[in-house]
Every structure is written in structure tokens, then in C-alpha cells.
């Protein structure tokens, strides 16, 4: 577990120098771990960040596709923080995409998980 973690926080160093590639290869090792032990916290999170790293790349298909695994995970694991993450995520997917109202629905869930 520990090595899942280490690899997810270099791949999010990565991604704030905006360097992609290794942000990728650190954050698919980290899920590749956290899938190979069965740990579904570590795995979700892993699937969020990798949806994060290929919405900045601007794979959406890609990025849609992790984002909505690691929901499901999310959903299952009942974890309301990273959960509001996750919906973050999707939400900016639907606005990348031009689905404006499902962004909105997607804030507005997002809204109601984390009251002011």
C-alpha cells in the first residue's frame, strides 16, 4: 500500500510541473499496485488522478472512462471527500466536452456533498 501511495504522490508532482508523461507512468504504476494487492481506496483513488492527468491531456474518452470506475469505487467505499473529487472530475469532463447541463447537474451534486 505504501508503494501505491508513493507512487501517486509522484505522479501528482509531476503533473504540477505539468510534466504528463511521467505523471501518467507513476499514477498507472500506482494503480497497477493498488489493483495487484485488492485495495479498493488506493484504486480509486489512483483512477481519479489518472482521469485528472488524461482530462489535462485532453483524452477525454480516456478520462471518462477512469473517472467513471473510480466513481463507482467511490460510490461503494463511501467516501465522501474523495467522492466529491471524483464528481469534480466528471464535471469538468462534461464541460470539456460541451455538455454544459450535466456539468451543472454535476456541480450541483458536488454542492450538496460539501455544504459551505
Request: hydrophobic share 45%; with cysteine; proline share 1%.
Amino acid at each position: 500500500m505504501n508503494e501505491a501511495i508513493a507512487l501517486h504522490n509522484l505522479g501528482w508532482l509531476a503533473l504540477q510541473q505539468e510534466d504528463y508523461s511521467t505523471a501518467y507512468a507513476r499514477s498507472d504504476a500506482s494503480l497497477a499496485v493498488a489493483r495487484g494487492v485488492g485495495d479498493n481506496q488506493a484504486l480509486s483513488y489512483s483512477l481519479n488522478f489518472l482521469a485528472h492527468v488524461m482530462l489535462r491531456q485532453g483524452d477525454l474518452a480516456k478520462a471518462r472512462r477512469l473517472a467513471e470506475e473510480s466513481l463507482i469505487l467511490h460510490r461503494q467505499i463511501g467516501e465522501h471527500f474523495m467522492l466529491a473529487h471524483c464528481l469534480d472530475v466528471v464535471g469538468q469532463l462534461a464541460t470539456a466536452e460541451g455538455h454544459y447541463v450535466g456539468a451543472r447537474a454535476f456541480v450541483s451534486k458536488l454542492e450538496r456533498r460539501c455544504p459551505r
